[in-house]
């Protein structure tokens, strides 16, 4: 079993082993875990198979949005991602749908209970949770309606600290801190109820809300205002073995990591820059997992530059200017190949390279969840939108959006609100600008005393360094969050480390000349274990361009403010004591390419629907036919059919018209219709769901 036992930021709780079958044989997993971590628990990466092409199927989006992951448990088909795995459980492999089962009893309907407030909220995130804390304060009745056990949402699996400010954005705690945060807040609100475990499927033109309530009961909601917070969806790539078992999104893998503790992978390769692919690198190597590379298709990195330095420092090679050409193996991912692009956007011919791996995390980017919000206007429903849901940004921007689209809804219910929200809004904006190209930082000149350094170089929304200094010497130019910070130097440094401790970053470092000019002491943060690291032991000291040697550790410690973040300091020689802005616990060892995979692919080869398995050639083949309408493809192919609705598919077929040369304006979007997931028949009767059903 590949359980993680330690953690530099997670505390490994208690869990109780729990006994149950996959295919026949006996495994063991953890009571509250859900079916497809177990299964990686066990190693196994391969749930079943296609029912068109017998093709391995295994974890796609792990937020119960497609049906990549379905097993037969106890009998009825579910979603291994979202169903939680029990004592006895039997476990089987999806090949198909099972016999449906003779059953001559007539069941007893019932009325399906409706459920009137004020605001529904659907979902539990940062923007829901913020949303629904503004709400129940003011005293409106909210339902706040989420599809997991716990609130948070991807706040849950965020290990690393947030940026923003202090006093809007909590910035400086970590996600999963500022998911309890706001998750107690809410729950102790005397006018929010919430449901848990309970899936949105529909919005109908009668005003009702369709919801599966505990994952068994069909429910209906009438809300007076309605705010859809439902977060995105990860972004796929077509290209030859894009579906095998082991290539999956990057925040699959942090549910896996983050989540549930399992340790999904020995050796990742990610492909996107972005925040996204930045941070789940960076989350891979806390857990002990090696990142064999990065790949990202533009000249650089499109994630925060500290981010990217985090990852050069560790010893993680990024490939710009490079993508993924294909993903191989036979039955799951064994290496991938990846080549560097022109100008005009082609592989350089020569330029492949071929990597051992065992999975391949998809960062590049995401695609909102709004479904609802479309619906819900078409039916002239009031209804508003936050967070990733209406603009993908930072988790820490959804906070803030989350927060003004509340106060939007209080005006218009004729609460009075102090707030201006044109001021709030112009702060929302700047939350989630693209993040500007880095600037070039001088160096003080500065060889004595005590004082911060800092090593950020971007200008981005941050700044809970100002805000913790207990002497207000660290500033930006005119308090600006934007602007990068500096020490003004008016009192003498404490050296109390709290700067470098809060940095979301990791980019700040203490240099003290005091005892030594010659070799000054630098003190470094460190989230790479929890263990206090020995006086006297050896670590390498990195710069953001490679490593500067092995240096002795002359004191470590943990701030009772920051426990999760280690501060070492290390005495270093005067010319690298500036450049100096980290330390790791081993010299990097880099995965050579191996022998280049040599297979030829052609469109037909590469699937573009998921759950039809329609490949990229027969969508081309219509295309070229003058096929435009997307319902006409559906009629052809199938695609869109499947279990995901078409969430997956539809951009990349946008991609695919537009290779063509046929502009957005000729083509005929498909028709979206409820539900939005699946939903038991028998639910919609007012039947409980059999347990382990969805």
């Not at 029990?86 to 409706?114: F, H, W, Y």
């Not at 806390?286 to 985090?310: F, M, P, R, T, W």
């Not at 070039?440 to 913790?468: A, D, R, S």
């Not at 203490?510 to 263990?531: H, M, Q």
Request: proline share 5%; glycine share 10%.
């Amino acid at each position: 079993m590949e359980n993680i036992t330690k953690h530099p930021i997670l505390d490994i709780p208690d869990r109780k082993k729990i006994e149950f079958s996959f295919d026949g044989t006996i495994l063991y997993g953890f009571e509250g875990m859900v079916i497809s971590s177990a299964l990686f628990l066990n190693k196994i990466k391969v749930f079943g198979h296609h029912t068109k092409d017998h093709s391995p199927q295994g974890i796609f989006c792990a937020n119960g949005q497609c049906s990549q992951c379905n097993v037969i448990a106890d009998g009825i088909p579910v979603k291994a991602c979202m169903t939680p795995l029990r004592e006895g459980m039997t476990i089987k492999s999806c090949n198909g749908l099972p016999e449906i089962p003779a059953d001559d009893v007539q069941p007893e309907i019932k009325d399906i209970d409706i459920t009137s407030t004020d605001v529904l909220v659907i979902g539990g995130g940062p923007a829901g949770l913020s949303a629904t804390k503004i709400l129940g304060e003011n005293k409106i009745d909210v339902v706040l309606v989420d599809d997991k056990s716990t609130l948070g949402g991807k706040l849950v699996l965020q290990t690393h600290k947030f940026f923003g400010s202090q006093e809007d954005v909590y910035a400086g705690t970590r996600g999963v801190e500022i998911g309890k945060i706001l998750g107690n807040i809410v729950s102790n609100l005397e006018t929010v109820k919430i449901w848990l475990d309970s899936i949105a499927v529909a919005v109908f033109s009668d005003g009702l809300v369709g919801i599966i309530k505990d994952m068994d009961e069909y429910a209906l909601i009438k809300p007076n205002y309605l705010l859809i917070t439902t977060g995105a969806r990860e972004k796929m790539l077509v290209f030859p073995g894009n579906t095998l078992p082991g290539v999956y999104g990057a925040g699959a893998f942090q549910t896996l990591v983050n989540r549930d503790l399992v340790k999904a992978a020995e050796n990742i390769f990610i492909v996107g820059g972005g925040n996204v692919g930045l941070i789940a690198g960076y989350h891979a190597i806390q857990a002990g997992i090696n990142v064999v590379g990065l790949v990202e298709a533009l000249s650089q990195c499109g994630g925060y530059k500290v981010h990217e330095d985090k990852l050069k420092r560790l010893g993680v090679p990024i490939y710009t200017n490079h993508t993924v050409i294909s993903a191989n193996g036979q039955n799951k991912l064994e290496s991938i190949t990846i080549g560097k692009l022109t100008d005009s956007w082609e592989i350089e011919p020569g330029s492949e390279k071929t990597f051992a791996c065992d999975t391949l995390l998809i960062a590049v980017g995401l695609n909102p969840v709004d479904e609802f919000y479309h619906k819900a206007q078409q039916f002239n429903m009031k209804v508003w939108i936050a967070g990733d849901a209406q603009e993908i940004a930072e988790a820490s921007a959804a906070i803030f959006t989350g927060k003004i689209e509340a106060l939007k809804i209080l005006k218009e219910i004729g609460v009075s609100m102090a707030e201006d929200l044109e001021e709030l809004e112009d702060f929302a904006n700047l939350m989630k600008a693209k993040p500007p190209d880095p600037v070039q930082v001088e160096t003080p000149e500065k060889e004595e005393g005590l004082f911060p350094l800092f090593h950020c170089n971007q200008e981005i929304p941050c700044n809970p360094c100002t805000t913790v200094c207990p002497q207000h010497q660290i500033k930006t130019v005119d308090d600006l969050i934007t602007q990068l910070p500096y020490f003004t130097d008016d009192e003498d440094c404490i050296g109390c480390g709290k700067c470098v401790a809060v940095c979301p970053g990791l980019a700040i470092t203490l240099v003290d000349y005091r005892k030594d000019k010659n070799n000054p002491i630098v003190t470094f943060p460190l989230e790479l274990t929890s263990e206090k690291i020995e006086v006297g032991r050896k670590v390498m000291v990195v710069s953001n361009d490679g490593e500067l040697g092995e240096f002795e550790v002359a004191r470590a410690r943990f701030l009772k403010e920051f426990p999760k973040t280690q501060l070492v300091s290390v005495k270093l020689p005067s010319d690298i004591a500036k450049v100096a802005v980290g330390i790791k616990l081993t010299k990097s060892s880099y995965t050579e390419p191996m022998d280049l995979y040599q297979q030829s692919y052609t469109d037909d080869d590469i699937i573009v629907c998921r759950c039809e398995r329609v490949s990229v050639g027969e969508i081309r083949k219509w295309i070229q036919y003058g096929v435009h309408d997307f319902n006409e493809l559906k009629a052809l192919t199938k695609i869109g059919m499947g279990a995901c609705g078409g969430k997956t598919c539809t951009p990349l077929i946008n991609r695919i018209f537009k290779e063509e040369g046929v502009v957005s304006e000729n083509i005929v979007p498909g028709t979206k219709r409820p539900l939005f997931v699946e939903v038991p028949m028998g639910a919609f009767a007012g039947l409980k769901a059999k347990k382990g059903g969805n």
